[in-house]
């Protein structure tokens, strides 16, 4: 296998994930509002009500974030709603969204995954080029500058700005279309393995997961951490 030109990496659960996690994050702000919670229960039903309002979203609209900020704000506050709600917690909805809202755009939520800036300054020093395809929301692209990513990716391709969501071959088309660059030689990293690998695949792009979980076992491509992602390819290049 030849080494890619190009590396598209997706960005939640791969790059950064909020810090320390939802829960407490949401529960912090809460707490600021005179509505103390546990984070760890917080957190548990935030992903319950993430999972609710996704389930119902795909099934009634086909795609999830939403593409316009109207849309957007809609499908969180369904969450937030929906979260705080399990958690029978008394306290102004409005407030506590804009709060939310205001505080998952600030790029000191969030934190880079452990190995993530060393394997991204490795495959830049081996003259790789560095791409995003992301499904997230109009924020993500200040949060990317705000923690001095933006500079290390092009393209930056977002479902919001392009109207599709991984695994839906536009947005992966788009990408390519973008790095002016053919399938096969571009390569996807990414942790979900519909959205990611399935979605990448069927354009013809090669794929590995990022399989933190150990939970797909049968998956040949696969790495359990970032860092792992230099010996792959060193691994797949040599054959």
Same mark, same amino acid.
């Not at 991984?166 to 992966?172: M, Q, R």
């Given at each position: 296998?030849?080494?890619?030109?190009?590396?598209?990496?997706?960005?939640?659960?791969?790059?950064?994930?909020?810090?320390?996690?939802?829960?407490?994050?949401?529960?912090?702000?809460?707490?600021?509002?005179?509505?103390?919670?546990?984070?760890?229960?917080?957190?548990?039903?935030?992903?319950?009500?993430?999972?609710?309002?996704?389930?119902?979203?795909?099934?009634?609209?086909?795609?999830?974030?939403?593409?316009?900020?109207?849309?957007?704000?809609?499908?969180?506050?369904?969450?937030?709603?929906?979260?705080?709600?399990?958690?029978?917690?008394?306290?102004?909805?409005?407030?506590?969204?804009?709060?939310?809202?205001?505080?998952?755009?600030?790029?000191?939520?969030?934190?880079?995954?452990?190995?993530?800036?060393?394997?991204?300054?490795?495959?830049?020093?081996?003259?790789?080029?560095?791409?995003?395809?992301?499904?997230?929301?109009?924020?993500?692209?200040?949060?990317?500058?705000?923690?001095?990513?933006?500079?290390?990716?092009?393209?930056?391709?977002?479902?919001?700005?392009?109207?599709?969501?991984?695994?839906?071959?536009?947005?992966?088309?788009?990408?390519?279309?973008?790095?002016?660059?053919?399938?096969?030689?571009?390569?996807?990293? $990414? %942790? *979900?393995? /519909?959205?990611?690998?399935?979605?990448? =695949?069927?354009? !013809?792009?090669?794929?590995?997961? #990022? +399989? @933190? $979980? %150990? *939970?797909? /076992?049968?998956?040949?491509?696969?790495? =359990?951490?970032? !860092?792992?992602?230099?010996?792959? #390819? +060193? @691994?797949?290049?040599?054959?």
């Amino acid at each position: 296998m030849s080494c890619p030109d190009l590396i598209f990496f997706d960005v939640g659960g791969t790059l950064l994930e909020p810090h320390p996690h939802v829960g407490a994050i949401y529960a912090e702000i809460a707490g600021e509002l005179g509505c103390p919670l546990d984070p760890d229960a917080t957190h548990a039903a935030f992903a319950e009500a993430f999972h609710t309002a996704k389930r119902r979203l795909l099934s009634e609209r086909g795609h999830f974030f939403g593409f316009d900020v109207s849309s957007e704000r809609a499908m969180w506050r369904q969450i937030v709603d929906g979260t705080f709600d399990a958690l029978g917690a008394e306290l102004d909805r409005d407030t506590l969204f804009e709060r939310l809202w205001n505080e998952m755009a600030c790029p000191e939520r969030y934190a880079l995954l452990e190995g993530v800036p060393e394997t991204l300054l490795a495959l830049r020093e081996r003259g790789v080029r560095l791409g995003i395809i992301s499904n997230w929301d109009h924020r993500l692209r200040p949060v990317l500058e705000g923690m001095n990513l933006a500079p290390l990716f092009d393209p930056i391709v977002i479902s919001c700005e392009v109207g599709a969501e991984k695994p839906d071959a536009v947005i992966f088309n788009a990408a390519l279309r973008a790095a002016d660059l053919p399938a096969e030689r571009c390569l996807m990293v $990414g %942790d *979900h393995p /519909r959205a990611d690998l399935e979605g990448a =695949r069927g354009v !013809g792009m090669r794929a590995v997961l #990022l +399989d @933190r $979980g %150990d *939970h797909e /076992r049968d998956e040949p491509d696969r790495i =359990r951490a970032i !860092g792992d992602l230099i010996p792959w #390819l +060193d @691994r797949m290049c040599a054959r």
